[in-house]
Structure formats: C-alpha cells, structure tokens
C-alpha cells in the first residue's frame, strides 16, 4: 500500500491565485482529514469527511473548500490565494475500526506570494 | 474542546528510558488520550491512544492517572530516530475524531 499520497510536494502562489491539493489514500478509510500547520505551530484542522458525498468543516475552513465524491479521493480547493494560506498542508486518513489511529501524507509545502 | 499543557522540550540520551508528560485537568469521561510525533520535515505518526487505562504497544506505554487529569508516555529504550516533536491530544469519543492539536513537547536525543 501506498498509504496516503499527496500531490504537489511544493508549490508557490501568487496572491488571488486558485490551486487544489490533491489526496488519495489506497487503504479504503472512510475518514479522511485536511490539516495546515504554520512554522512552529502545531496542525489545525480545515475540513474532514466521514464518508463519500459526507463532508464538514474543521477549525479552519475559510478560504478552502473541499469535495468527496470517492471513497479514495479528498482534493482541497484554495480559491483566491492570500498570504495567510502560507503554511504545510496535511491530509490524513483512519478507518472507521480504528478511527483513533489516523494516518498522514507526507504534506504539500505552499507559499503565497 | 478539552485543552492539553506539555513541556516546550525535554532531553533523554539513546538507550535510557524517556517520559513525556502531560496534562489534561479538564478532560471528560468521554475525551480519549492520544499521542502523536512528527519528525523533522514529516507528517505526523501516530503513537499511542488510550481511554482509562495502561496501553502499551510496540512503540510506546501510555500510562493514565487514576483521576485521568494527567498521562504519561513512555518510552523504554531512546534511539536517536525518536528524536522529534511529540503531541499529547485529546479527542471526543464521537465518530468523526478529530484532532485539536497544541504545540508539543520537542524531545532531543543525545548519543
């Protein structure tokens, strides 16, 4: 398994700019997660989903936007990009069992400039 | 949600044990105890979790005080590959989990 892959690794914005971080996970997890973590800050949560068509906001969620329209798939949308957006984004994903045992991608680093 | 506090940082040398504290005095009876670490440069791992009682596994113990107010992760041997920041989090013991994480204790490991 690949676990959970997030694509792309780095990627630099400019200012009012729109991307999607994609994510997928090959482990069949009903529950998928998006976090952003600031330089020195531990991780927010921006939005999670607990199942296909099934999503719900986090602390976070202004200025994202997400879709599950799979069970594999959880892309986060950033429409006008602004300078705040700067940050480390996670996806991470657990099964509905061992839904206290989430697993994390390996992050995409953004910048806005 | 229920906060946790943690020390900035600790330091252990490889090879001895090593106990991260931390404190949770507001935590309810349905607030499950989980720890993560994040090494450098990485997404977050996860370690350990736990309700009332001890855990262990084969990466760590969690130890929980009777009153749940306070739990402990231990670590029996340091390696140098432990070094990284640990998270101490509570979540609701609801169907969605989220986790609210603080800032962490930095753990360095001396050879």
């Known amino acids: 398994n690949a676990g959970v892959t997030q694509t792309p690794k780095f990627r630099i914005l400019k200012i009012g700019q729109s991307m999607t971080l994609q994510c997928t996970q090959d482990?069949?997890?009903?529950?998928m997660y998006w976090y952003r973590q600031d330089p020195g800050m531990g991780l927010k949560l921006i939005y999670y989903s607990v199942g296909a068509g099934i999503t719900d906001k986090g602390e976070v969620p202004n200025g994202y936007n997400v879709s599950r329209s799979t069970t594999e798939d959880f892309p986060l949308r950033l429409e006008l990009a602004a300078p705040s957006q700067t940050s480390v984004y996670f996806c991470?994903?657990?099964?509905?069992?061992?839904?206290?045992?989430?697993?994390f991608g390996p992050g995409t680093r953004l910048t806005v400039t | 949600d229920a906060k946790t506090t943690q020390p900035n940082s600790m330091e252990s040398n490889e090879e001895e044990p090593v106990h991260l504290p931390c404190n949770h005095s507001?935590?309810?009876?349905?607030?499950?105890i989980h720890w993560y670490r994040q090494l450098p440069s990485q997404g977050p791992e996860y370690v350990i979790h736990g309700l009332t009682s001890n855990v262990n596994n084969r990466m760590a113990s969690l130890a929980i005080a009777e009153d749940r107010k306070s739990s402990t992760l231990i670590l029996h041997r340091a390696t140098l590959r432990d070094a990284a920041v640990y998270y101490c989090?509570?979540?609701?013991?609801?169907?969605?989990?989220?986790?609210?994480f603080g800032t962490g204790t930095l753990l360095a490991v001396q050879p």
């Open positions: 991470a994903s657990s099964s509905w069992a061992s839904r206290n045992e989430q697993y």
């Open positions: 507001t935590i309810s009876g349905t607030d499950y």
């Open positions: 989090i509570l979540t609701y013991g609801g169907a969605t989990n989220k986790l609210i």
């Open positions: 482990m069949n997890h009903n529950y």
